[in-house]
């Protein structure tokens, strides 16, 4: 496995690549790896010939008051990992690689980045979507590997795509949970054992939501009310937002007639976790 440092060797080893008529497949990730990273590497390794991932912590997708600084970072061990599972080569940038300065250029989805997680987060997915293209211009894949635990990131992701002309394909693959539920996150490191308790009613909203609805209910402000009720439960766990939205477009919906996600994000101590499901009528 290569470990590559800068835009132009990661661009000759994707140029290789592509002269040879090898699908490369990215990955891009902030570290600190954990099975739902992996699941993505998988994903790509069935589908592609050169499997690409990065690990940058991007500080633009940072507010000033979060967690950039203390993210949890091991390279050796993401690096094991990686090589494991076979990845062909690995772009690894510093911040100056990615961001040299002056950087005043910005990627903006309007519309769809003050949703969700952009609402408590300005300035968030600002910040996703220019290094999102950043690296989309640097490794030229031709597919690119999304959880579906971002779901936000992905609906402007997609819309970045279509928007600009890029010639990658989004996959986008299944949440990967805990035997208990709880959706796998680099930020669960933050949280101690009765945190660690706490955040599973995240888990336990969503699932009331897919109970209700399996049993007929299709309104939004009942699915959402019981959700809620579940949050009430735990008061250690302060609810940011609960909604049930278009997965395209992130609007809300009143009724549940087609595809829809039911998103949720709540802070466990000063632990911001996320967390979806999608409902299918």
């Not at 993210?71 to 690096?79: E, F, S």
């Not at 911040?95 to 769809?112: H, K």
């Not at 009430?232 to 909604?243: K, N």
Request: hydrophobic content about 45%; charged content about 25%.
């Amino acid at each position: 496995m290569k470990v590559l440092r800068t835009i132009e060797e990661t661009r000759k080893a994707s140029r290789a690549a592509g002269s040879r008529g090898a699908r490369v497949g990215l990955v891009p990730t902030m570290g600190a790896l954990h099975e739902g990273h992996l699941s993505l590497i998988r994903a790509a390794k069935a589908q592609s010939d050169v499997i690409a991932a990065s690990i940058f912590v991007n500080p633009t997708q940072f507010g000033p008051n979060e967690d950039f600084t203390r993210y949890p970072r091991d390279l050796d061990r993401d690096l094991a990992l990686l090589e494991r599972e076979g990845v062909d080569f690995i772009f690894v940038p510093s911040v100056e690689e990615m961001y040299p300065q002056p950087s005043n250029t910005w990627v903006t989805v309007e519309g769809l980045s003050e949703r969700l997680c952009g609402k408590s987060r300005p300035g968030h997915f600002r910040g996703v979507a220019t290094v999102v293209a950043k690296l989309f211009n640097v490794v030229s894949p031709h597919l690119a590997f999304f959880g579906q635990k971002d779901a936000a990131q992905v609906a402007i992701i997609r819309r970045m795509v279509r928007d600009l002309n890029l010639q990658v394909q989004i996959e986008v693959c299944p949440i990967v949970r805990e035997p208990d539920g709880l959706a796998l996150s680099s930020r669960n490191a933050y949280l101690d054992a009765q945190q660690r308790k706490d955040a599973l009613v995240l888990f336990r909203a969503l699932s009331r939501v897919q109970e209700l609805f399996e049993k007929g209910e299709r309104g939004s402000a009942a699915l959402i009310g019981a959700a809620k009720a579940e949050f009430q439960r735990i008061p250690a766990v302060r609810l940011d937002y609960f909604e049930i939205v278009d997965p395209d477009d992130l609007t809300t919906v009143s009724a549940i007639n087609q595809r829809t996600l039911v998103a949720v994000a709540a802070f466990v101590g000063s632990t911001r976790l996320i967390d979806n499901l999608l409902l299918e009528p």
